[in-house]
């Protein structure tokens, strides 16, 4: 990270970079909605395509001069579509959930019913909670999971699905730790006559390796970010089939958005392009590895996990036990000041508040990114636990943390 100019110019920001980048260096990062990008990635997302405004799409744009923009978009295109599998493929949307708003004006009409998982179960908000604009705008329709298992039960939502009549039906979560069985989800949309959506945002890296069941050619759209588990820069896609295409393009621009952000069209490029080396598949690979392996340890260490374990890369710890614990807030602080980062997180049928849940979410693609591998997994296991059960003493926490620190120096990233 050559950043020569920006210590000369603005010294304060300069620093504050530099203090970010330490932090992230001498900390586990269990949070799994981040990873770290190449420097690739870095590199094309601060290059100068951000000086462009490139309203429209590649051969149709209302300013001129977007000959080359029109070159990287294409190329942004052609990699996802390759990736995934893709019919149609929208590289413009900004972040997640504006790529989720897309479709939704794209297929819905104000009011309309759908279908999509509780917030406190595993989806997100813009699955429809109340509190979102999804579940302002639309009659959203709450699924959850099945109160013994804590896992999806599909004979539910089939029934669920029968009574409401949804126009559309989402699946894909960010705090489900379980496969997905998307085939069955397109049986019941097929059932009910319903829209056919995936969010894959937490899993799309999954899923381009072949790690996880890959819903793009089937399903009749699925938007993902481009981060998380596909280690690209903040921002989304939209896959889609062909009949949906034009609809689809047209609620993101000139629908919602006006210029896409160039420079991170680039670095999605650039993402994209890594991710269909076969390296990336055996990333995608560890990733599950490293998570199987950490749930087992952590269940080893007398914590309960959430469906008893995970598919994919995240992990739900009851860090509350039925008040025999400590609450997830008081884990997620706790693990901070040991330098281990993850986020408080509500546990299926949670009955404490969101702002001071039951449990703490972790996950694995930071880690795996740095190069930890299963046996490491022991180890992180350990520093979480000896941190939780030192949340109220400091100087334990501190020792916790240097401890941290010189593990982490085993697994640089940044220099």
């Not at 104000?110 to 595993?122: I, Q």
């Not at 007398?302 to 469906?307: A, E, F, K, M, Y």
């Not at 008893?308 to 509350?320: E, I, K, P, R, S």
């Not at 281990?340 to 694995?364: E, V």
Request: contains cysteine; positive net charge; charged residues 25%.
């Amino acid at each position: 990270m050559h950043l020569d100019y920006l210590k000369k110019q603005d010294p304060d920001i300069f620093k504050s970079i530099q203090e970010e980048k330490k932090r992230q260096m001498e900390g586990i990062e269990l949070i799994p909605s981040e990873n770290l990008v190449s420097q690739a990635v870095l590199e094309a997302m601060g290059s100068v395509p951000t000086n462009k405004y490139s309203e429209g799409y590649p051969g149709k744009r209302y300013y001129g001069g977007n000959e080359v923009i029109d070159d990287i978009e294409e190329l942004a295109i052609k990699r996802c579509r390759k990736l995934f599998n893709a019919q149609h493929v929208n590289v413009q949307p900004l972040s997640g959930s504006p790529a989720n708003m897309a479709v939704y004006f794209a297929v819905l009409e104000l009011g309309d019913t759908a279908m999509g998982m509780k917030l406190t179960e595993g989806g997100h908000l813009t699955h429809g909670h109340k509190v979102n604009f999804s579940g302002k705008l639309y009659r959203f329709v709450q699924y959850g999971v099945d109160r013994e298992t804590e896992m999806i039960d599909y004979d539910a939502i089939l029934q669920q699905a029968k009574k409401e009549n949804p126009k559309l039906i989402l699946s894909g979560y960010t705090a489900y730790p379980r496969k997905i069985n998307f085939k069955e989800f397109r049986k019941i949309c097929d059932e009910v006559g319903a829209f056919c959506m995936a969010d894959i945002a937490h899993i799309a890296g999954l899923c381009a390796a072949g790690v996880h069941e890959n819903p793009v050619p089937y399903f009749d759209a699925v938007t993902t970010t481009t981060h998380k588990t596909l280690r690209g820069p903040r921002g989304a896609v939209i896959m889609c089939r062909e009949e949906f295409a034009e609809k689809i393009d047209k609620a993101v621009f000139p629908g919602l958005q006006g210029g896409p952000h160039d420079q991170t069209t680039a670095a999605k490029a650039v993402a994209f392009g890594e991710a269909l080396k076969p390296e990336f598949k055996n990333y995608a690979k560890q990733i599950v590895k490293n998570s199987k392996a950490l749930a087992e340890a952590m269940m080893g260490e007398g914590q309960r996990i959430v469906s008893n374990g995970t598919d994919n890369h995240l992990m739900l710890v009851d860090t509350w036990m039925n008040g025999k614990g400590i609450t997830g807030k008081q884990a997620e602080h706790a693990l901070e000041k040991a330098g281990i980062y993850c986020n408080k997180n509500t546990i299926p049928f949670d009955t404490r508040s969101p702002w001071d849940p039951s449990g703490i979410r972790i996950g694995t693609p930071v880690i795996t990114t740095r190069g930890m591998k299963e046996k490491d997994m022991k180890e992180v296991a350990s520093f979480i636990v000896k941190a939780m059960k030192n949340h109220g003493n400091e100087n334990a926490l501190k020792k916790i943390r240097k401890n941290v620190t010189v593990f982490c120096k085993n697994f640089p990233f940044y220099k």
